[in-house]
């Protein structure tokens, strides 16, 4: 029971937490730093007994008060509230897990796990199994705790590395690459919190991750099952996506079949697999997935000429993922860095009919690619029409134009939504335009 809680930041997580901890009786004060006032008049017309900014601390609360501190997954590390309190300090998802009766499958990793979460739920859907996506995507888990199936969650680094208990039935790392650097203060750290979803699976429980993963322990407590593009236990042939337990689909059978997209469905297949889904069923999940909004999704296509929106790839790794299945392409990149470095984006030139810089790293972006592309292959942009207009006319014919940007949107967009949706807004204009 807890009786005393505090809920830090009053997002959709946050307000998630103290409906949560309402119906138990608790006593809640809220903490949000949000230069809106609003959202703290929120959480008091909810019957929180308080609510103040973090800077107010001190002089407002005690910190033995608390029996329980509950993070939202936009409290940095470095907020005051990991360290002021005695109580421990979790995350929403590690209350979520205490207070839910839900099977739980966790699926983590830089890039693909939103895709990789949704493959599983439509999979275990076809299977006629419940199940509901939930975590960084999705509701929140935490709101959850009346519902009967399985909990497909999508884990934010940020999310696991808060955690203590938490114990899902099925573990999955998709991969791991540099990312959030700024935010863990290092590589190492931000890989520790991606393997804290293997903390606490036990026997009888599964661990998914990609067979050519270098961590390893010697010794585990629950079954692994590996996936990989040529090997592991579920892996590609020239033809198809195979199983221990027999042919999962055909390759000509899939609406999306990029070296990345074959990846996420061997991942979600063993997922799926082991919370009891069949196989048939995740074939016909597989056949019917379409691509998820913002990542590798085709907006236009004129006079050859393919305009792709990939604004969800924040990093270089995923960028790189996303060109390794096209053609000759013109790279619409930039935004802003978070401590990644953007070299891997070099490994790309020889299919990049220019690249078009924008957002905060544009110069640092223009000082990789200097002597790589000739100077006329580099072209910068003030705004994403610039940059649409830019790149059809570096594009000739035959050629993509995708916004990959390997960067976070913060410095022009709220978020990698709005500037995919720019940047699709300013597609459709230009060919408008063209087809006059």
């Given at each position: 029971m807890v009786s005393k809680a505090v809920v830090v930041g009053y997002g959709v997580s946050g307000q998630a937490a103290h409906r949560a901890l309402s119906r138990l009786g608790s006593e809640v004060i809220v903490i949000e730093d949000s230069s809106d006032p609003a959202l703290r008049g929120l959480a008091k017309s909810r019957n929180a007994i308080a609510a103040f900014r973090s800077d107010e601390l001190a002089l407002s609360l005690d910190a033995k008060w608390p029996d329980l501190v509950v993070v939202s997954p936009g409290v940095r590390p470095s907020h005051v509230?990991?360290?002021?309190?005695?109580?421990?300090?979790?995350?929403?998802?590690?209350l979520g897990w205490r207070m839910t009766d839900l099977k739980v499958i966790a699926i983590t990793g830089t890039n693909g796990k939103t895709t990789v979460t949704t493959l599983v739920d439509s999979m275990l859907d076809e299977s006629s199994i419940?199940?509901?996506?939930?975590?960084?995507?999705?509701?929140p888990l935490v709101g959850l705790s009346d519902d009967e199936g399985w909990a497909v969650v999508e884990a934010s680094s940020f999310q696991l590395s808060t955690i203590s208990e938490f114990a899902p039935d099925v573990a999955a790392i998709v991969n791991v690459t540099p990312d959030h650097l700024d935010w863990h203060g290092g590589f190492e750290n931000y890989l520790g919190a991606k393997l804290r979803i293997f903390e606490?699976?036990?026997?009888?429980s599964f661990g998914i991750m990609p067979s050519d993963f270098s961590w390893r322990p010697p010794e585990l407590p629950f079954s692994v099952l590996t996936f990989g593009a040529?090997?592991?236990d579920f892996f590609a042939s020239e033809k198809e996506l195979i199983s221990p337990f027999g042919v999962i689909v055909a390759k000509s059978d899939l609406k999306k079949a990029l070296p990345?997209?074959?990846?996420?469905f061997l991942a979600a297949s063993a997922c799926a697999i082991s919370a009891g889904a069949s196989l048939e069923a995740i074939g016909r999940?597989?056949?019917?997935?379409?691509g998820l909004e913002h990542r590798m999704e085709v907006v236009a296509e004129f006079a050859g000429v393919r305009f792709i929106n990939d604004s969800k790839a924040t990093t270089p790794a995923s960028v790189v993922a996303g060109l390794s299945g096209l053609r000759r392409c013109v790279l619409i990149a930039g935004g802003r860095n978070k401590g990644l470095d953007f070299e891997p984006l070099l490994s790309q030139c020889e299919k990049l009919a220019g690249i078009v810089l924008i957002g905060e790293s544009t110069e640092e972006l223009n000082q990789l690619f200097i002597g790589a592309l000739e100077p006329s292959?580099?072209?910068?942009?003030?705004?994403?029409?610039?940059?649409?207009?830019?790149?059809?006319?570096?594009s000739g014919s035959s050629c993509d134009v995708i916004l990959s940007p390997g960067a976070t949107s913060f410095d022009w967009?709220?978020?990698y939504e709005q500037r995919g949706l720019d940047f699709k807004k300013c597609v459709t204009e230009l060919v408008n335009s063209l087809e006059g």
């Open positions: 509230a990991h360290h002021y309190f005695e109580a421990p300090v979790i995350s929403e998802l590690e419940r199940s509901i996506p939930c975590g960084n995507y999705g509701r606490n699976v036990g026997a009888g040529d090997s592991g990345h997209d074959i990846l996420n999940a597989c056949k019917g997935f379409e292959k580099i072209v910068r942009a003030k705004s994403m029409k610039e940059a649409v207009q830019a790149g059809y006319a570096l967009y709220s978020g």
